[in-house]
Structure formats: structure tokens, C-alpha cells
């Protein structure tokens, strides 16, 4: 939801219809037409509305049992004594967008009934002269979301609470709302024990069935939630866990849940509860196995922290029977970050916030690593701290990607950019700006609204619909810095990183293409010229797709001498798989006129596949066909490279640590349904560290490579290794069991030992780890055996190979 509101909020404050109606007031209906279009796309929205400065409805439409009603002249109302009105007057409310509290709907000064649970997104407007000039307001009917969100635990019931105590809803629907209507409801009714410690807290627990959280959202008042095991459910849980440890994680866990289902239900899209606790630890492995995320405990009595394996793998420490405390975390902190992460640390449990850091460190083996970590903390009924529990996520691999990212983007032929929701371009490749006319630097700090593009009414519509559709395309003009009008073709859709949307689009200067097609569609006569001198292929065809003219760019493009193409049409050049779309297409062509930019792949004389981007227009008095062609075979190469590129190591052109949890996760599922075996072989090349320290990391490097081909050249076509991480290698080897994948891997050791000789008077070797595949096994239990069986290699000497079974 919220993010359906950020692109209706923020396309109706940016569009021209919204910008020409500031200038003349009288006149709404471009604005609201444009409305009408937008909430036929948005599900769940009751209202979007304009009130103007002085509380005065100006635009409005309603939408009833899926019809929307547009509010005549003497239906409008005066919404100035609403609080959300009064509030959006603020100096710093101005062009922010923010949430209304959960309430129910208000018509004439009387609650709505049936009831109807409402929230609203709001944008208070500036004018040039930066004061207040009215509110943008997306009404939502949150009735259905909320009771998806809080009655389908099979465990638990739950009560969503203003920062007052008053109930938003309840599981008992009598008791929902009231905070807003006459007969007031308060927690204490339910809780009288425990709700002026839910109210004094950010989040709290009796240790037995009570749990409450303040939940970080962005919605005025507050929302608290608190879940009550249900009776039935505590003498079950009780017996069969240990409260001391599961208690925090269910408080976690609902929380994390809820927080999950808000953002991406209430604010996004629809995610299904869990509904028993024995999911939760399937939960807890997922979460971390995706994440690549760490648990950990910290206990205030004995001082010391309980890592899970996540954190001592992050860490690169391999004794997981080593005191952990906080002096021993901070040795690993790189010097910049110690002060701010243990002040960080203890002010949190002082002032009973949750802890966030994000810094640096330097792992047991050598790597540097850019790590975050996150914790919440227990306390007890006296408010004395007890303990905490957190996550530590390694972002290293974030930081790679981003180098890799600006490479592809400084590197790009095409415009790309990328704005957030109000137009700011965030990122951009030079060839966007140098389109433009700008210098790269220059680009930089502008808003997409200072270039004055011109983006058409459909394709703003077509922004409002779901981020997973198609990408949007359209064609444009834009008067370059240098005052030259070219035409563009622009790309573009919605993508979400970290809870926020943001607009992606390439663009690319079709000026030339377009002139061509405007010359050849008003002056026939100058068809041979064009032809001719065309960059791109431009040929006539006839009603059933024969050629009849072409260009030079044609017979490149295809292969074919003149009197060849001559004999052949579009359609038998064509794909297969691409026929009956090109049929249809051609239909509507002569039907609408023309049709631009379709995609479809062609076969040339060689038997080249060849993807083609093709405009069409029709010449209903020569009934033939105008068609335009440009090969996009290297670009789609180029972006099927971009992808490859995420799942391979750039040094030994290895599959990455990414591949390799794909792979072991799909060989793990494959074994689950036909109990294929296979085994598992951790490799790690013995004293590396001291051969980067002391040949330097381009010997280091050089040692790496010449090892994974080594490695790769000696095994079988269905085998695959992998370079997860510094000297770190993997191999998957399908249908091998334990005895086999040992000697494979001492095999592979003898290999490496004979054959890795760049340092004169060293010899370089390896250690294995080997375990097969078990029932029930899962990704963390089979690499926990393997690395197990490699610790013990390297504290046996190195250079030898040890398994499950020696």
C-alpha cells in the first residue's frame, strides 16, 4: 500500500495535468480524469482527492463496490478542521509524505457504517513561493488487511494498540476501534497486569505468554501489537521447549512476521501466515540461509556471547568453542569503528532501544569485511538487563557488486538512470547525460522535472500498476541543453531496494530513425535516397510480408544477395515461436496505422538467430508495409553477459558463492525427491596467507588461478567447483558417495601438490574436507560436516584429506 500510494502521490504531484491546474484553477478535468485512471489501477482505494489551502475539496473521486464515482461541484466538502488537514499546514510536513493512524471513515461529521476501516496517505504541496497550497490524499479501506494480519494464528491472538493503550483492532471485532469511537476500549481491559509496561516500553514480555512490540512504522499515533498465547497452546509449548530460549524467539519472530506482513500486505502485496510453531525454526533457517545472516546471544551475568555457525563462518573463526565477549569482538573491529560500536552497544541497553551498527572488520583469516548487526534486549520485571539477542549480516559481497555495478554503468551505449520516487537521479551512465546535452557531473544533482521531459499521460498510467509487469516503453522529444530537439526512446520500470521504489529506464536518441520514418511516410519520392543512406534497415514489404525494397543494411543484416531477399517474406524469415504474434501484429497495423518497437528473432542465410526491434507503419494506398529494423542480438548478448557475470568469480572465472547455493540448494531438493546421492568437498589451499604476504597478492592471484583450472580439468563433465571466498573452493560431485569422493579428492590434492609449482623451492598444497549427502540433511548440516572434516586436515598437518568415514 504504501508504495502504491508513494506513485500515486508523487506521478499526481509531478504530472503536467496536476502543474497546468496550479496555474489555472478553474479548470479540474484534466486532473481529474487523470484520477479516474489511476484508481481504476489501485486495489483497495476507497478516495483520492485535492483539498486546497483553505480546506476545500477541489478534485475528488470515490470508489463504490469497485465503481468509481466522481464527486460533482456541490458534493465537495470543507476538510479544514481535519487533523490530517491541520497537521499538513507545518513548515516541515511540506512536499513529505506520511501515514494517518488506522480510523475509521467520516462522512458529514459521523462515523461511516458499516464500519470502514481507513488509512491515508497524504502529500502536503509547496507553491513557488514555498508555503502551504493544499494536500494530495489517497484514502485505503484497511479493514480486510487487518484482520488477514492479526486472526489467522492458529497459537496466538492479537490486539493492535494506539501509543495511548487504546485498541485499533482486536480479535474480538466488539472491541475493535476504540480509539476512535464514542464507547472508548483501552488494553488495560485485557492486559490490567501488564499494559502500563507495554505502554512504557519499546517491547516487552512476562516470559510465559505475553509479548508486545512498538512497531517502527510511519503512521501518526503509533501502532503497538501485542500477541496472548491461547490457553490451549501454553501446556503443549511448555512441554515440549525450553522457554528460556524459545520465548524470545517467538517475540522475535511475531515481530519480525508482522513487521514483514505490514510492509508487504498493508504497503505492498499479499504474504501468507505461518501458522504453527514448529514453522518457525523452518522460518528462522530460510531467513538465514537467504540472508546470509548470523544469530547471536549476549547474557549480561557471564559476559559472553553465543554465536551461531553463521557468525563464527562471517567472523572466520574455526574453534566455535572459543569465549566470545565484547573485548574479544572488538579486536576484530577495524580501529575507526571500536569507539562508535561499543558506545552504540551499551547506550542501546541503557536507553532500551534496539542496537544497529554498520562497520568494518577484519576477519580470523585476513579479509576485510563490512558487516551489520542488529539486536534487541531483555529485561526483567524489575527493568534489570538480562540479555540480547541479534543478527550479524556480511554485506561484503554488496560492496563487490556495487564496484562491478558502475563498471557496467560507465561502460553502457545506452542512457540509463535511475531517479526515486520525486525524480532525483540517483544514478546515471555518462552516455545518459552526454544524450542530453549535460556534462556527467553535471547531471548529477538535478531532478528528472529540471530536464523538462515530457512523459505522455498512458505511460504515467502504466507506472501505477504493479512493479512486476512489463517494463513501461515510450517515445518522446526533449530539447537537448544546446536547444537541439531530438526524439527518444525511452525504457523504464519500478524496482524496490530496501523498502523504497525507484524508477530504472534506459534511454537512447532515435532522432535519426524517427526522421526517416516521418521522410518516408510524407515523401515517397525520396524513398530511394533514404534507402540508401539509411543507418538502419529499412524495407517495403507487400500484404503478405514479400519484400519488395531495401536497404544495404537489410542484406547485411540477413545474409541474403538482392535476388534472394526478393524471394522471401517477413514471416519465413521469422522464428517459429515469433510467427503468430508477427501475424497478429501485422493485422494491427492495418487496422491502427502502424506499431513500433516489437521484438522477435529472425533467422539469416547461415542460420544465425538474430533479435530484431522493429517499427511498422502501413500504406493503406499502396497497401504495403514500412518497416524499420535494428539488430539487438549484441545487446541482449551484452545483458545476458550482465547476469552471467552475478554468478561467476572474476578472478578464476569460477562459479561464485552465489552459484554454489543455488546448486547445492536444487542437489539438495533433487536427493529429497529421488535420492540421487552426491558429496560435498570443501577445498582450501594451505598457507596462503603467508604467500600473499610474502610474493605479494599478484602472486596470490596467479596461485588462484592456475589452481582452479588445475582443479576444473580434472573432473567430470557433471562436476562443479566453486570459489566462494579467498582461498575457499567447493565441489558438487552428483551420484558420488563418500568413498569415491574421498579419493577423488585425494586425488585432486596429489594434482595440485605435482602440478601448482609457480614459486621456486615451495610447494604449494591443499586440504579437503568430504562428507555425503543424509537424510534429512540440510545446506548448514553438510557444509558444518565438510568443514569439520577440513579443520581437521589442517590440524593434522595439511596436505591430506579427511571425510566422514576416516
Given at each position: 500500500?504504501?508504495?502504491?500510494?508513494?506513485?500515486?502521490?508523487?506521478?499526481?504531484?509531478?504530472?503536467?495535468?496536476?502543474?497546468?491546474?496550479?496555474?489555472?484553477?478553474?479548470?479540474?478535468?484534466?486532473?481529474?480524469?487523470?484520477?479516474?485512471?489511476?484508481?481504476?489501477?489501485?486495489?483497495?482505494?476507497?478516495?483520492?482527492?485535492?483539498?486546497?489551502?483553505?480546506?476545500?475539496?477541489?478534485?475528488?473521486?470515490?470508489?463504490?463496490?469497485?465503481?468509481?464515482?466522481?464527486?460533482?461541484?456541490?458534493?465537495?466538502?470543507?476538510?479544514?478542521?481535519?487533523?490530517?488537514?491541520?497537521?499538513s499546514?507545518?513548515?516541515?510536513?511540506?512536499?513529505?509524505?506520511?501515514?494517518?493512524?488506522?480510523?475509521?471513515?467520516?462522512?458529514?461529521?459521523?462515523?461511516?457504517?458499516?464500519?470502514?476501516?481507513?488509512?491515508?496517505?497524504?502529500?502536503?504541496?509547496?507553491?513557488?513561493e514555498?508555503?502551504?497550497?493544499?494536500?494530495?490524499?489517497?484514502?485505503?479501506?484497511?479493514?480486510?488487511?487487518?484482520?488477514?494480519?492479526?486472526?489467522?494464528?492458529?497459537?496466538?491472538?492479537?490486539?493492535?494498540?494506539?501509543?495511548n493503550?487504546?485498541?485499533?483492532?482486536?480479535?474480538?471485532?466488539?472491541?475493535?476501534?476504540?480509539?476512535v469511537?464514542?464507547?472508548?476500549?483501552?488494553?488495560a481491559?485485557?492486559?490490567?497486569?501488564?499494559?502500563?509496561?507495554?505502554?512504557?516500553?519499546?517491547?516487552?514480555?512476562?516470559n510465559?505468554?505475553?509479548?508486545?512490540?512498538?512497531?517502527?512504522?510511519?503512521?501518526?499515533?503509533?501502532?503497538?501489537?501485542?500477541?496472548?498465547?491461547k490457553?490451549?497452546?501454553?501446556?503443549?509449548?511448555?512441554?515440549?521447549?525450553?522457554?528460556?530460549?524459545?520465548?524470545?524467539?517467538?517475540?522475535?519472530?511475531?515481530?519480525?512476521?508482522?513487521?514483514?506482513?505490514?510492509?508487504?500486505?498493508?504497503?505492498?502485496?499479499?504474504?501468507?501466515?505461518?501458522?504453527?510453531?514448529?514453522?518457525?525454526?523452518?522460518?528462522?533457517?530460510?531467513?538465514?540461509?537467504?540472508?546470509?545472516?548470523?544469530f547471536?546471544?549476549?547474557?549480561?551475568?557471564?559476559?559472553?556471547?553465543?554465536?551461531?555457525e553463521?557468525?563464527?563462518?562471517?567472523?572466520?573463526?574455526e574453534?566455535q568453542?572459543?569465549?566470545?565477549?565484547?573485548?574479544?569482538?572488538?579486536?576484530?573491529?577495524?580501529?575507526?569503528?571500536?569507539?562508535?560500536?561499543?558506545?552504540?552497544?551499551?547506550?542501546?541497553?541503557?536507553?532500551?532501544?534496539?542496537?544497529?551498527?554498520?562497520?568494518?572488520?577484519?576477519?580470523r583469516?585476513?579479509?576485510?569485511?563490512?558487516?551489520?548487526?542488529?539486536?534487541?534486549?531483555?529485561?526483567?520485571?524489575?527493568?534489570?538487563?538480562?540479555?540480547?539477542?541479534?543478527?550479524?549480516?556480511?554485506?561484503?559481497?554488496?560492496?563487490?557488486?556495487?564496484?562491478?555495478?558502475k563498471?557496467?554503468?560507465?561502460?553502457?551505449?545506452?542512457?540509463?538512470?535511475?531517479?526515486?520516487m520525486?525524480?532525483?537521479?540517483?544514478?546515471?551512465?555518462?552516455?545518459?547525460?552526454?544524450?542530453?546535452?549535460?556534462?556527467?557531473?553535471?547531471?548529477?544533482s538535478?531532478?528528472?522535472?529540471?530536464?523538462?521531459?515530457?512523459?505522455?499521460?498512458?505511460?504515467?498510467?502504466?507506472?501505477?500498476?504493479?512493479?512486476?509487469?512489463?517494463?513501461?516503453?515510450?517515445?518522446?522529444?526533449?530539447?537537448?541543453?544546446?536547444?537541439?530537439?531530438?526524439?527518444?526512446?525511452?525504457?523504464?520500470?519500478?524496482?524496490?531496494l530496501?523498502?523504497?521504489?525507484?524508477?530504472?529506464?534506459?534511454?537512447r536518441?532515435?532522432?535519426?530513425?524517427?526522421?526517416?520514418?516521418?521522410?518516408?511516410?510524407?515523401?515517397?519520392?525520396?524513398?530511394?535516397i533514404?534507402?540508401n543512406?539509411?543507418?538502419?534497415?529499412?524495407?517495403?514489404?507487400?500484404?503478405?510480408?514479400n519484400?519488395?525494397?531495401?536497404?544495404?543494411?537489410?542484406?547485411?543484416?540477413?545474409?541474403?544477395?538482392?535476388?534472394?531477399?526478393e524471394?522471401?517474406?517477413?514471416?519465413?524469415?521469422?522464428?517459429?515461436?515469433?510467427?503468430?504474434?508477427s501475424?497478429?501484429?501485422?493485422?494491427?497495423?492495418?487496422?491502427?496505422?502502424?506499431?513500433?518497437?516489437?521484438?522477435?528473432?529472425?533467422?539469416?542465410?547461415?542460420?544465425?538467430?538474430?533479435?530484431?526491434?522493429?517499427?511498422?507503419?502501413?500504406?493503406?494506398s499502396?497497401?504495403?508495409?514500412?518497416?524499420?529494423?535494428?539488430?539487438?542480438?549484441?545487446?541482449?548478448k551484452?545483458?545476458q553477459?550482465?547476469?552471467?557475470?552475478?554468478?561467476?568469480?572474476e578472478?578464476?572465472?569460477?562459479?561464485?558463492?552465489?552459484?554454489?547455493?543455488?546448486?547445492?540448494?536444487?542437489?539438495?531438493?533433487?536427493?529429497?525427491q529421488?535420492?540421487?546421492?552426491?558429496?560435498?568437498?570443501?577445498?582450501?589451499?594451505?598457507?596462503?596467507?603467508?604467500?600473499?604476504?610474502?610474493?605479494?597478492?599478484?602472486?596470490?592471484d596467479?596461485?588462484?588461478?592456475?589452481?582452479?583450472?588445475?582443479?576444473?580439468?580434472?573432473?567430470?563433465?557433471?562436476?562443479?567447483?566453486?570459489?566462494?571466498g579467498?582461498?575457499?573452493f567447493?565441489?558438487?560431485?552428483?551420484?558420488?558417495?563418500?568413498?569415491?569422493?574421498?579419493?577423488?579428492?585425494?586425488?585432486?590434492?596429489?594434482?595440485v601438490?605435482?602440478?601448482?609449482?609457480?614459486?621456486?623451492?615451495?610447494?604449494?598444497?591443499?586440504?579437503?574436507?568430504?562428507?555425503?549427502?543424509?537424510?534429512?540433511?540440510?545446506?548448514?548440516?553438510?557444509?558444518?560436516?565438510?568443514?569439520?572434516?577440513?579443520?581437521?586436515?589442517?590440524?593434522?598437518?595439511?596436505?591430506?584429506?579427511?571425510?566422514?568415514?576416516?
Open positions: 500500500m504504501i508504495f502504491n500510494s508513494e506513485k500515486i502521490l508523487h506521478t499526481l504531484r509531478n504530472s503536467k495535468e496536476f502543474l497546468d491546474y496550479l496555474e489555472d484553477r478553474n479548470n479540474t478535468k484534466d486532473l481529474t480524469n487523470l484520477i479516474v485512471n489511476i484508481a481504476s489501477l489501485t486495489p483497495n482505494t476507497m478516495q483520492i482527492r485535492y483539498i486546497d489551502k483553505n480546506g476545500f475539496e477541489k478534485s475528488r473521486i470515490d470508489v463504490v463496490n469497485g465503481e468509481i464515482i466522481v464527486s460533482q461541484k456541490d458534493k465537495l466538502q470543507n476538510k479544514s478542521n481535519r487533523y490530517y488537514f491541520i497537521l499546514k507545518k513548515e516541515a510536513m511540506l512536499e513529505k509524505i506520511w501515514f494517518t493512524r488506522f480510523d475509521l471513515n467520516i462522512e458529514h461529521g459521523e462515523i461511516e457504517r458499516p464500519y470502514k476501516p481507513t488509512i491515508r496517505g497524504v502529500l502536503p504541496i509547496k507553491n513557488s514555498n508555503s502551504f497550497d493544499g494536500i494530495l490524499i489517497v484514502n485505503y479501506f484497511a479493514g480486510n488487511i487487518l484482520e488477514k494480519a492479526l486472526n489467522k494464528g492458529d497459537f496466538y491472538k492479537s490486539i493492535l494498540f494506539d501509543n493503550g487504546y485498541t485499533i483492532y482486536h480479535y474480538n471485532l466488539e472491541k475493535s476501534w476504540g480509539n469511537k464514542t464507547e472508548k476500549r483501552h488494553i481491559e485485557d492486559l490490567p497486569d501488564y499494559y502500563s509496561q507495554m505502554l512504557g516500553q519499546e517491547d516487552f514480555s512476562d510465559t505468554r505475553v509479548f508486545s512490540k512498538k512497531l517502527d512504522l510511519n503512521i501518526f499515533g503509533g501502532v503497538n501489537i501485542v500477541s496472548i498465547l490457553e490451549e497452546y501454553v501446556h503443549d509449548f511448555k512441554k515440549h521447549f525450553q522457554l528460556k530460549y524459545i520465548i524470545p524467539m517467538i517475540l522475535i519472530l511475531i515481530y519480525f512476521m508482522f513487521g514483514i506482513y505490514l510492509f508487504r500486505v498493508i504497503f505492498a502485496r499479499h504474504h501468507e501466515d505461518t501458522e504453527e510453531l514448529a514453522h518457525f525454526n523452518e522460518l528462522v533457517n530460510i531467513t538465514s540461509k537467504i540472508s546470509k545472516i548470523g547471536w546471544e549476549y547474557h549480561d551475568n557471564t559476559g559472553e556471547f553465543i554465536w551461531s553463521g557468525v563464527y563462518a562471517i567472523f572466520g573463526v574453534n568453542k572459543e569465549k566470545i565477549t565484547l573485548d574479544t569482538i572488538l579486536r576484530y573491529v577495524s580501529h575507526e569503528d571500536q569507539i562508535s560500536f561499543n558506545r552504540s552497544f551499551i547506550r542501546s541497553i541503557h536507553e532500551k532501544k534496539e542496537f544497529f551498527s554498520s562497520h568494518k572488520i577484519f576477519s583469516n585476513g579479509q576485510v569485511k563490512h558487516i551489520e548487526e542488529r539486536a534487541i534486549h531483555f529485561y526483567n520485571k524489575r527493568g534489570k538487563y538480562i540479555y540480547s539477542v541479534g543478527t550479524t549480516i556480511d554485506v561484503s559481497e554488496k560492496t563487490k557488486s556495487e564496484i562491478k555495478y563498471t557496467i554503468l560507465e561502460s553502457a551505449t545506452d542512457g540509463i538512470h535511475i531517479v526515486d520525486i525524480g532525483n537521479i540517483i544514478e546515471s551512465s555518462p552516455s545518459f547525460a552526454e544524450t542530453l546535452g549535460y556534462k556527467h557531473e553535471e547531471i548529477k538535478l531532478n528528472i522535472h529540471d530536464l523538462n521531459m515530457f512523459i505522455p499521460v498512458e505511460a504515467q498510467i502504466e507506472f501505477m500498476k504493479d512493479s512486476d509487469n512489463a517494463p513501461v516503453s515510450f517515445e518522446t522529444k526533449f530539447s537537448r541543453r544546446d536547444g537541439k530537439i531530438i526524439d527518444l526512446h525511452v525504457k523504464a520500470r519500478s524496482i524496490r530496501d523498502n523504497k521504489i525507484f524508477y530504472y529506464a534506459s534511454m536518441d532515435i532522432s535519426q530513425k524517427k526522421s526517416f520514418e516521418r521522410t518516408i511516410l510524407h515523401k515517397n519520392e525520396e524513398l530511394e533514404i534507402f543512406t539509411a543507418l538502419e534497415c529499412i524495407a517495403l514489404l507487400d500484404r503478405n510480408t519484400y519488395i525494397k531495401f536497404n544495404g543494411k537489410c542484406l547485411k543484416l540477413l545474409g541474403y544477395t538482392p535476388e534472394e531477399l524471394q522471401q517474406s517477413c514471416f519465413s524469415l521469422t522464428k517459429q515461436d515469433f510467427l503468430h504474434k501475424k497478429i501484429i501485422c493485422e494491427i497495423v492495418m487496422r491502427d496505422g502502424k506499431y513500433e518497437n516489437f521484438e522477435k528473432i529472425c533467422i539469416s542465410k547461415n542460420g544465425e538467430e538474430k533479435i530484431i526491434n522493429s517499427s511498422i507503419a502501413y500504406i493503406k499502396r497497401e504495403q508495409f514500412l518497416i524499420t529494423m535494428a539488430d539487438y542480438t549484441e545487446l541482449r551484452k545483458e553477459e550482465i547476469i552471467k557475470r552475478a554468478y561467476l568469480d578472478l578464476t572465472q569460477l562459479p561464485n558463492r552465489k552459484a554454489f547455493n543455488d546448486a547445492i540448494t536444487e542437489s539438495l531438493k533433487d536427493y529429497r529421488t535420492k540421487k546421492i552426491f558429496s560435498l568437498i570443501i577445498l582450501d589451499i594451505d598457507f596462503f596467507k603467508s604467500i600473499n604476504d610474502t610474493y605479494g597478492h599478484r602472486m596470490g596467479e596461485v588462484l588461478s592456475k589452481f582452479s583450472r588445475i582443479v576444473e580439468n580434472n573432473l567430470r563433465g557433471n562436476d562443479e567447483i566453486f570459489r566462494v579467498g582461498e575457499e567447493m565441489i558438487l560431485l552428483p551420484g558420488i558417495g563418500i568413498k569415491q569422493g574421498f579419493s577423488i579428492a585425494d586425488r585432486i590434492r596429489n594434482l601438490k605435482d602440478n601448482l609449482t609457480l614459486i621456486k623451492d615451495r610447494e604449494i598444497t591443499v586440504s579437503c574436507g568430504v562428507t555425503e549427502v543424509t537424510n534429512g540433511d540440510t545446506f548448514e548440516a553438510m557444509y558444518s560436516r565438510a568443514d569439520k572434516n577440513l579443520y581437521r586436515a589442517k590440524e593434522n598437518g595439511r596436505d591430506c584429506v579427511y571425510s566422514d568415514i576416516n
